[in-house]
C-alpha cells in the first residue's frame, strides 16, 4: 500500500529555516510529480512548489527566493528547504506525489512560525 510520511515540522521563529522530508513506500511505477502544498487554518489548499522527475522547480510566487525543492528519484524522496521563515508561513504542509493515473497525499505536518 501506498503511504506518503512528512517530518521535520516545528515550531521556529521567524526568519529562521526549517526543512521538510516526505519520504514514500509502496510505489513502484515512476513519479512523474512531486510537490508540497499547504493549508492554514480557514484558507484553502494552495501549491508552495513541485519538481518534475527531470529536477525542473516551480515555486509560488510566496516562496520563491527562500524555500528551495529536491527530490531523489532512486529514493522516491523530496525536500522543502524552507529559509527566512515568515509568520505567513505557518500552515500545515503536505506532500504529493502525481503518478500516470494516480495521486497521492500525506498526512500533513504542522510549521509555525512565530513573530
Known amino acids: 500500500q501506498v503511504q506518503l510520511v512528512e517530518s521535520g515540522g516545528g515550531l521556529v521563529q521567524a526568519g529562521e529555516s526549517l526543512t521538510l522530508s516526505c519520504a514514500t513506500s509502496g510505489i513502484i511505477l515512476p513519479i512523474s510529480i512531486m510537490a508540497w502544498y499547504r493549508q492554514a487554518p480557514g484558507t484553502e489548499r494552495e501549491l508552495v512548489a513541485d519538481?518534475?522527475?527531470?529536477?525542473?522547480?516551480n515555486y509560488a510566487d510566496s516562496v520563491k527566493g527562500r524555500f528551495t525543492i529536491s527530490r531523489n528519484n532512486a529514493k522516491n524522496t523530496v525536500t522543502l528547504q524552507m529559509n527566512r521563515l515568515k509568520p505567513e508561513d505557518t500552515s500545515i504542509y503536505y506532500c504529493?506525489?502525481?503518478?500516470?493515473?494516480?495521486?497521492?497525499w500525506g498526512r500533513g505536518t504542522q510549521v509555525t512560525v512565530s513573530a
Open positions: 519538481i518534475d522527475r527531470s529536477g525542473i522547480p
Open positions: 504529493h506525489v502525481k503518478l500516470f493515473l494516480a495521486t497521492f
